[in-house]
């Protein structure tokens, strides 16, 4: 089977890191777009061209958007650290991102073949779709990490990458594009222990030792900040595995709407789960299962591989 065609969307951030090295592996990667959200645009979009260097993805990064569509960025510093890859030393880049923006790269390469992963909020494909609202009939599908059916994790209702700009949420869940969303009720049963971490550094190899090195710090803040110490979510490679390997995924169809009013419930991802007859259409498809160790197991391969 062909590998499918991907543009990555993604705001690095750990958990990115690892999902741009399986895309380089798995799928045909036609560039990377970067926006804030788990730290700045500038520490984002060098991050992914560190883990660019670190796979051998010589394809085009662009920057995208500094701010959401409404009021300010609001960094994830208590789980990335300041430079949203804390933990190793971080290598001076070797090739430096492509001049552009994200919005407009998104609209130029994104064609009927082409999968966007998005990863991070949903700014730059707002921003495209607010520009040529066709993008959302051109392109193969969007799989994206946010959301979650059930719990949060800003606050009690809503999701980091879409609490970050819902307006920018509103947009693509309601664009008509072929979705797959990969939330918290999902990602939550991919987890990382420091007995993976030891694996990755027994490699011997610069990736594993960096790898290792990178989930360490991301399991310090999770240990930091859980009622549960000893394990963290691997968010991010759900939704680039959804496209590479959705069968490692169990989905539904189902309406989802993005709450934009609520005090309590700003930002939550409402996916209608009722079993009734006049239920509005679908407009994505939710995932309910993941195979954790096969994507832990992947993820282990790419990496040894490098």
């Not at 492509?98 to 999968?115: C, I, Q, R, V, Y």
């Not at 360490?216 to 390997?245: E, F, M, T």
Request: aromatic share 6%; proline share 6%.
């Amino acid at each position: 089977m062909n590998a499918p065609a991907v543009i990555l969307d993604c705001d690095p951030g750990h958990d990115d890191f690892f999902a741009i090295l399986l895309a380089q592996r798995f799928t045909e990667l036609r560039g990377i777009t970067t926006v804030v959200g788990n730290t700045s645009i500038q520490n984002a979009t060098r991050n992914a061209c560190i883990a660019a260097d670190v796979c051998g993805f010589t394809g085009p990064i662009v920057a995208g958007s500094a701010w959401p569509l409404v009021g300010q960025p609001h960094y994830a510093e208590h789980i990335h650290g300041a430079s949203g890859l804390d933990g190793p030393a971080l290598p001076e880049i070797i090739r430096p991102a492509t001049e552009g923006d994200a919005a407009s790269f998104l609209l130029a390469e994104a064609g009927p073949d082409t999968w966007i992963v998005a990863t991070g909020p949903l700014t730059n494909l707002a921003l495209a779709m607010r520009s040529d609202p066709g993008l959302a009939g051109r392109v193969a599908g969007i799989s994206i990490m946010g959301g979650s059916t059930s719990f949060g994790n800003v606050t009690p209702a809503a999701e980091f990458n879409i609490w970050h700009d819902p307006e920018a949420a509103s947009i693509v869940f309601s664009s008509g594009a072929a979705i797959r969303m990969l939330g918290l009720n999902v990602t939550h049963t991919v987890l990382v222990d420091r007995g993976y971490t030891d694996r990755l550094a027994a490699l011997g190899s610069s990736a594993g030792s960096f790898s290792s090195q990178l989930l360490g710090a991301y399991l310090n803040s999770y240990d930091r900040i859980s009622g549960k110490p000893g394990s963290a979510p691997l968010h991010d490679p759900c939704a680039l595995l959804a496209v590479s390997h959705p069968d490692l995924f169990g989905f539904v169809a189902a309406h989802v709407d993005v709450e934009l009013d609520g005090e309590l419930t700003r930002g939550m991802t409402v996916v209608d789960q009722r079993e009734l007859a006049d239920l509005e259409s679908p407009n994505a498809q939710v995932a309910v299962t993941a195979d954790g160790p096969q994507v832990l197991g992947l993820l282990y391969e790419t990496i040894g591989a490098l």
